[in-house]
């Protein structure tokens, strides 16, 4: 297969993105070795990427350090399709009040989203990881 038929169409990409996959965030730990956590994003329509994570992660003091991550979405049954991003993170620690609910929900559905917010306590602090940009790379796998 050529390149051009294994790599997604723009409408692809947007269907492959609203589905829920588990993502791979790798940033460059302190001691020189990638980092790669799983994480639940969500692409909005301005093609960035938002993910919420506990403010008090290595992931966290990571991005902080050095900004620069990478992210692998693939989903867990065939076809093995796949898209890749590299970038420059931003952290957001403000105006992120409704992402935790709207990922939970996403992942886990209601009520059961809201119940396992409820079970970190309000001492729970998120920041939202944003990455801005286009995929380096796509992959549609064959279904075979």
Not at 9 to 23: G, I, K, Q
Not at 74 to 98: F, H, K, M, T, W
Not at 126 to 142: H, Q, S, Y
């Given at each position: 297969?050529?390149?051009?038929?294994?790599?997604?169409?723009?409408?692809?990409?947007?269907?492959?993105?609203?589905?829920?996959?588990?993502?791979?965030?790798?940033?460059?730990?302190?001691d020189g070795?990638?980092?790669?956590?799983?994480?639940?994003?969500?692409?909005?329509?301005?093609?960035?990427?938002?993910?919420?994570?506990l403010a008090?992660?290595?992931?966290?003091?990571?991005?902080?350090?050095?900004?620069?991550?990478?992210?692998?979405?693939?989903?867990?049954?065939?076809?093995?399709?796949?898209?890749?991003?590299?970038?420059?993170?931003?952290?957001?620690?403000?105006?992120?009040?409704?992402?935790?609910?709207?990922?939970?929900?996403?992942?886990?559905?209601?009520?059961?989203?809201?119940?396992?917010?409820?079970?970190?306590?309000?001492?729970?602090k998120f920041?939202?990881?944003?990455?801005?940009?286009?995929?380096?790379?796509?992959?549609?796998?064959?279904?075979?």
């Amino acid at each position: 297969m050529t390149e051009a038929e294994t790599k997604l169409t723009p409408a692809e990409l947007r269907a492959f993105l609203d589905e829920r996959h588990l993502a791979v965030l790798t940033t460059n730990g302190a001691d020189g070795y990638p980092h790669a956590t799983p994480v639940w994003y969500l692409a909005e329509p301005d093609g960035a990427l938002y993910m919420i994570v506990l403010a008090e992660t290595a992931k966290v003091r990571n991005i902080r350090r050095d900004p620069r991550i990478a992210i692998t979405i693939a989903p867990a049954r065939r076809p093995y399709s796949y898209v890749r991003y590299r970038g420059d993170a931003e952290l957001l620690p403000d105006g992120i009040e409704n992402y935790p609910r709207i990922l939970a929900r996403r992942y886990m559905g209601e009520p059961a989203g809201d119940e396992y917010l409820a079970s970190l306590g309000p001492e729970a602090k998120f920041l939202v990881i944003r990455l801005k940009g286009d995929p380096v790379e796509t992959w549609k796998g064959l279904d075979t």
